[in-house]
């Protein structure tokens, strides 16, 4: 059997291998802690199940039209309005099963062979890997750690050529946590306008912000850059929603309906009862989101003055998402019982071995001098983990 080219291109995911380890030792009653979670640890909140529930018994079981429903693409145009002073229309909003598929349904109608495709590294995986399946060729910015892991206005400015179609935006950061000022956002915007480039700006972290940044979004900025922005948004890590699969686009109208028409002959619309939780999830009340920021702000508090703490171990203080990526450069060229650790992978490794820690190695963003510590599980267990890590660090340095 000869494969398709295109399903040759796609890597298999680093993070899924490392869970799929993580509950092979968990099956055998091994304790791991996991700092590998993507996801929020909180159970969605009573009130939004409680809406899919009543949906579900009243029997709101059919398809939907393949964008949304209409009171959840009006409860999304309100949030626009109120959280970013941006406003849009019906035809520019589509509902998808996820913010992910969102993401790829816009770069399978932007991108096509032959064309550019830019991204900051450290990026999230899924961008990458979305790209290459377009057809399109990933150009990466590599920034920098001491430039707080922003892309700067020149090097950006050098990455755009002839054949640049698209730009990807991801403020707060997964997996680095950096947020954007508007300062910062207002330059990158000067020269996205200047160049006419179609950029995404993915915006699922918003909500989980521990700084006084303000999170402004690209396609608020001026008419021009609001044309050219498509905003991805999402209830999974707002509202602890991400095993529910609703995310969503706002954009101009041409490209919406071509996401619609992708969207129309593949998965359809997303989950009908699960439409009208997310309805609720946006309208209801925000009071629960501000219990989670703050149990999130401790866990990070404490995680990045432990990890400071640890020799050999480095972090920035990441001002928003729910993750630390942790320079781990010092630790590389050692071997521990006959493993020899060289870089992110091996270290992730060693770490599972001897310290039953499972963290993500940086090679999956694209930075292998770093690994990926998530702050959504329990004060205990980031505690344990960390102390663990400490152990094997004082035992074999
Ligand atoms: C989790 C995540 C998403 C996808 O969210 P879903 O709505 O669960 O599909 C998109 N972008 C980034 C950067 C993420 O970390």
Redesign the pocket.
Known sequence: MVLAKRATLISPSLTLGITAKVNQLCSQGIDVIGFGA??PDFDTPVYIKEEAIRALNSGFTKYTATSGIKELKEAIIAKFQRDNRLVYTPEEIIVS???????YNAIQVLCEKGDEAILASPY?N??LEMIKLSGAKPVIIKTKEKDGFKILPEALQQKISPKTKLLIL?SP??PTGTVYTPVEIKALGRIIADNNIMTIS?E??EKLIYSDVVPVSLASLSDKLKSLTLV?N????TYAM?GW???YAAGSKEIIKAMTNLQDHSTSNPVSFVQKAAVVALNGPQNELETMRQEFKKRRDYMVARVNSLKGLSCLNPDG?FYVFANVKKLFNKNIKGLEVKDSLSLAECWLNEARVAVVPGAAFGADNYVRFSYATSFEKIKTGLDRIETLINKYY
């Open positions: 993507g996801e099963c996820g913010a992910k598929h969102s993401l999230w899924s961008y991801n950061s997964n993915d699922i972290y991805i999402g209830v999974s890590k991400t699969r609703i995310g998402a």
